[in-house]
């Protein structure tokens, strides 16, 4: 059942937006395109928050992202391409008919399953482009663009190792970089390899590659500040 708080939160939220829409030239200028760059930038900030584990940063960063969800929808509102309710019933309908093993008969005992049903029933949905890699942006960041590209490959029943098996592919693409040779394509080749092979591991360790390497540097970064 929907708590009515949440209700009235949103509406106070939908109103001040469109107030912002209306009297802030900022707000007044904008359209998708200059916009999107933003809700980029949200999007990561949120990604740091959780990733900290901060809270506070986690509750404030959901609001601008949810921020750009409205604003972003008041946009299609006015040009007659939809609201935030069409969004919010598009997510509704599409969140049911994707988890067939909680809302209909499919049986999915691991999270694997679930992916793979997943995977499997965006292939059929309407509108999508055929082919195994179709809708996948390119302009991801490299590490999630690997993952994304390795999933789809797994539900189709390739490049879906184990732990250990993708870990002795790590290790060999190491080894195959140490003695590579005197030339930037064939390193760069081989770098690569080393890279989408780590991808894969991360992926199997159920880690995102994107936060744990946002990580690391940002541990690095503390080691080199002055104390």
């Known amino acids: 059942m929907s708590r009515p708080e949440i209700q009235e939160a949103l509406a106070r939220l939908d109103e001040i937006t469109r107030r912002l829409r209306v009297e802030c030239p900022w707000d007044r200028e904008q359209d998708e395109r200059s916009i999107v760059p933003h809700t980029v ?13 901060d809270d506070a940063k986690l509750l404030d ?13 008041l946009l299609m509102e ?37 992916l793979s049903n997943w995977d499997e029933i965006k292939q059929g949905e309407e509108g999508r482009e055929p082919g195994l890699f179709a809708h996948v942006p390119e ?15 797994a539900s189709a029943g390739a490049f879906d190792l184990e732990v250990e098996e993708a870990m002795e592919e790590l290790a060999g693409c190491v080894q195959a970089l140490a003695h590579a040779p005197e030339d930037r394509d064939a390193r760069e080749g081989m770098l690569g390899a080393v890279l989408f092979a780590t991808v894969h591991v991360a992926r199997k360790m159920r880690v995102d590659p994107e936060l744990a390497l946002r990580a690391a540097a940002h541990r690095f970064r503390e080691t080199m500040e002055p104390q």
Do not use: M, W
């Not at 960063?61 to 929808?73: A, I, N, P, R, T």
């Not at 969004?87 to 005992?109: M, Y």
């Open 139 to 153: 302009n991801l960041p490299a590490p999630l663009y690997a993952r994304k590209v390795q999933r789809r490959a």
């Open 41 to 53: 930038e949200e999007a990561y900030e949120l990604a740091d928050a959780a990733n900290a584990g």
């Open 78 to 114: 006015e040009r007659g391409a939809g609201d935030l309710a069409a969004v919010a019933d598009h997510c509704r309908e599409k969140l049911i008919r994707r988890h067939p093993h909680v809302f209909g008969d499919v049986e999915a005992e691991t999270a694997g399953e679930v």
């Open 61 to 73: 960063e959901l609001g601008d992202v949810l921020f750009q969800v409205h604003f972003l929808s």
